[in-house]
Every structure is written in structure tokens, then in C-alpha cells.
């Protein structure tokens, strides 16, 4: 299949690379040739590609959401005044449980793959064309993800200690159904991909940890952990190890391959040394943690370190939305009334954040416009009321935008959603499928 996006008002390559009345051609998988329409038409002469019109419309990479958990779209608003730890005994434990016990009965998960569907719709439908999803992983998720084309990473969640019992496998059995997981899905389609997701350090054993370092290297994957997202968190791993979380890991080595922390809030001085030392990629999540009430992460000292920062939504029970814009918006002005300085994060680095610095977290040849990049390409209207005038470019999309403006999203070279239409899913019976299967398992988690 071939595209051509044709007359862009703007073209944005990176976010200080934006040209205007911009062509940009879409041929497989990649991006061919982009440039001014005297550049390009040399690519597409002879052939008959899909066109879209792209005037009074920016052209610009997709979004990678670097965190989220896929299956909370079943539990939004549930425990909306707790907080972290409270909030996963009473919230999460209950119905992942459910979902646990069935599944372990029925061999599959029918649910994994309307909440994933449901999810990754809501996604796309932001501009977000790739996310880290740490899940309750099943077949259906992928499955899910590879009927809209949505690129998508499961970082496989693991947790050997400090969960319920019914949360609970062997080690032995755990570890196969990874490594089985990893055989099946990782590469698959050149679309879908896994990591390994030891959820934190206070639900994960040393040789847990080790064995997924192992794994990790063995098997080319990318990590993901939740890195003190609470004071408690930090204050328990010190009293238990003598060390930071972060200094915790380094002292394992776990740090020494592709490592993305979420949330990375009460660091110390050290450990912000660390992360530029070890090339660690923080992922803030600003909703979820204004939510949960955990803090603000020095996402502005990291940036100021030269240090790669990515961005996320987070689950939907602790956000309660899978929204980028939003997610840019309110994380660059959280940042800037913590510290009371209007510079301390700028349009261009939130933008960067969700773009190009997310595609690093995911290991991904996309969050730029280039030709050869990945062809996951989003198109925004600017044409609206809302947006108007435009002064600068980056600000509007940031501070102005909405997720009802992105009116045509292609992953991998196929168009996923056009003019807000998902041209190979029944939005309609997806949705009402997921708000029967959503009632059910609620209703068995919490009576």
C-alpha cells in the first residue's frame, strides 16, 4: 500500500523541524519521501496512491504512549481518593484476581481482548500510534492489537511476592508462560513486541529481578519498572536493602540494559547521576500521579541533565483518560507551577516527550519524519476555532489542541483511522461488547 499525504500546512519532522506546505509519501511500511511537492512526485510517478488531503492540517509523527495498563479501561473512576497502595488492594488486586481465575479456568481471556480493544481505540483516536502496555497479558491483547494495526509493546508484568495469593504462580510456570509469550509475539508483523515488566522492586525477589536481566539481554527485550512513585516506596526499599530503588537496581546490574521507569518521583541527587549514567529512560505520567496524589517528578532537572524523558497516560483507573494532548499540556504546566518558572519545561519538550523521546522507550524507528522512519503518522486538523490564530506552531499543538482534532492516524504504513472512522473495526459492538464483559468482572470483584 502506498499514501500520499498531499499540500500539509505543516510539516513536523522533529519538534525544531517544521516545514510548511509539505508532501510527505508513504510506500509499505516506511516513510519514502517527504519534501516539497516538486521533491516528492518523482516517488509515487506511475503508481495510484491512497491520497489525503492535508491542508488546513498539520502532518506530524504519532504519539508513543511510554506507560500504560490497558485492561484499567474496565475500572475507571473506581477509588478515585486513594492513594497508591490503598488503591491497589482495593482496586486493582480484586479485579485483576477475577481475571486471573478465570482465565487460569478457561485457558484464554475473552475480556483482554474487548479492553484492549476498547484501550487502543481511545488511543488512536488522540493521535497515539504505539504504547508500552504493562498488563495482564493473554493472546487476545495481541490478537486485539493486530486486528486495528496498532503497534503495540506488552511489557509483561511479574511479581513474585507482596500480592495476594490468588495473584500468585509458581516461578517455574510463571517464567515458561513469559518465554512462551516472548516465542509467539515479539517482532510479530514487524508490528507488535514485547518487554518484561517486574511491576516494582517491592513486589519483585532479587532472583526475579536477575532472572529478567538475564532474559532481557538473552532475548534482545526492553524493561519497564515502577520506580518511586511513593515516599513509602523509597523509604521501604532503603530500610530493606540500604539503598535508593534506583541504587538497588544498579547494585544488581539491572540497569545495565534498556531500562524504562515510570514515574521516577522522590529521587535523590544520586539517583538522578545514575540515570544519566546508566541511560535509564524515565516515562512521567502527570494525570495519574496529580491523581493518586503521589508528587510531581524533576522532570525539568532531568531534562536540564540532557537525560531522555518520555511521557505517558497511565492506566485509566488512576488518569482517568488515554489522551496525550492532555497528558503534554498538563505535565508541562505542572512542572512550571512546582517550580514557579514559566521556562522550566517547554512546548518543544513535551512535544519531544511524546514523540521522538517515546519511540527511544520503545525501541522503535518512529517518533520522527524522515524517510526510512517507520510510517506512523498522524494528521490534525487546525482549522478550528480553538486553535485560532495560530502564533506558534508547537504551543498551539500543546496548549491547544484536542484529541477530537486528529482526523486521520497510519500505523505501519496503514491507515488505521480516517476522518475519525476505524475503517476495519465495529466501533459499535466493541464498545457494547466491552461494557457487558466490564459489568461482569466488576460486579464479581467488588459484589
Known amino acids: 500500500m ?5 499540500g500539509a500546512s505543516y510539516l513536523i519532522a522533529e519538534p525544531d523541524q517544521i516545514a510548511q506546505d509539505q508532501d510527505l509519501y508513504i510506500e509499505g511500511e516506511h516513510i519514502k519521501a517527504m519534501g516539497s ?3 516528492v512526485a518523482p516517488y509515487y510517478q506511475g503508481k495510484n496512491p491512497v491520497i489525503i488531503d492535508g491542508s488546513s492540517k498539520v502532518v506530524m509523527p504519532g504519539f508513543v504512549n511510554g506507560h500504560a495498563h490497558l485492561y484499567q479501561n474496565f475500572l475507571k473512576g473506581r477509588g478515585n481518593n486513594l492513594a497508591l497502595k490503598e488503591w491497589c488492594d482495593e482496586v486493582l488486586f480484586p479485579f485483576a484476581g477475577v481475571i486471573r481465575t478465570e482465565a487460569r479456568q478457561e485457558r484464554s481471556s475473552i475480556a483482554a481482548y474487548y479492553w ?102 538473552e532475548k534482545d527485550l526492553g524493561t519497564q519498572i515502577h520506580i518511586a512513585e511513593t515516599r513509602w516506596e523509597v523509604e521501604d526499599c532503603k530500610a530493606d536493602t540500604g539503598y535508593t530503588p534506583l541504587g538497588y537496581l544498579n547494585s544488581l546490574g539491572f540497569l545495565e540494559g534498556h531500562v524504562t521507569a515510570p514515574h521516577c518521583i522522590h529521587l535523590e541527587p544520586n539517583d538522578l547521576d545514575i540515570i544519566a549514567e546508566k541511560g535509564v529512560i524515565p516515562v512521567y505520567n502527570p494525570k495519574s500521579n496529580m491523581r493518586l496524589g503521589s508528587g510531581i517528578a524533576p522532570i525539568a532537572e532531568m531534562l536540564k541533565r540532557g537525560i531522555t524523558v518520555s511521557i505517558a497516560t497511565d492506566g485509566a483507573a488512576s488518569n482517568d483518560l488515554l489522551d496525550m494532548f492532555e497528558e503534554m499540556r498538563v505535565g508541562t504546566f505542572l512542572q512550571r507551577v512546582a517550580l514557579e518558572d514559566a521556562a522550566a519545561v517547554s512546548a518543544e519538550d513535551a512535544f519531544a516527550m511524546a514523540t521522538v523521546n517515546g519511540a527511544r522507550a520503545a525501541k522503535i524507528d518512529a517518533g520522527v519524519l524522515r524517510p526510512g522512519a517507520l510510517a506512523d503518522v498522524i494528521v490534525v486538523e487546525i482549522g478550528s476555532i480553538h486553535q485560532q490564530p495560530i502564533n506558534d506552531l508547537m504551543a498551539t499543538l500543546v496548549f491547544c489542541c484536542k484529541s477530537s482534532d486528529v482526523q486521520t492516524v497510519i500505523i505501519n504504513g496503514r491507515i488505521v483511522m480516517e476522518d475519525r472512522v476505524f475503517p476495519g473495526m465495529d466501533e459499535g459492538e466493541i464498545l457494547s461488547r466491552s461494557l457487558e464483559i466490564a459489568r461482569e468482572k466488576v460486579k464479581k470483584a467488588y459484589g
Open 116 to 217: 484492549t480493544a476498547l484501550a487502543s481505540m481511545e488511543m488512536v483516536r488522540s493521535g497515539i500510534t504505539s504504547c508500552i502496555n504493562m498488563d495482564l497479558i493473554y493472546d487476545e491483547m495481541f490478537q486485539a492489537w493486530s486486528d486495528l494495526g496498532f503497534r503495540g509493546i506488552a511489557a509483561i508484568t511479574c511479581s513474585d511476592q507482596g500480592i495476594p495469593p490468588e495473584l500468585l504462580r509458581e516461578p517455574e510456570e510463571a517464567r515458561r508462560d513469559i518465554l512462551d509469550y516472548i516465542e509467539r509475539w515479539k517482532g510479530h508483523k514487524g508490528l507488535l513486541d514485547v518487554f518484561l515488566g517486574p511491576s516494582t522492586i517491592y513486589l519483585s525477589s532479587p532472583d526475579l529481578l536477575n532472572w529478567v536481566r538475564k532474559t532481557a539481554d
Open 37 to 39: 511537492p516538486e521533491e
Open 2 to 6: 502506498s499514501i500520499l499525504i498531499k
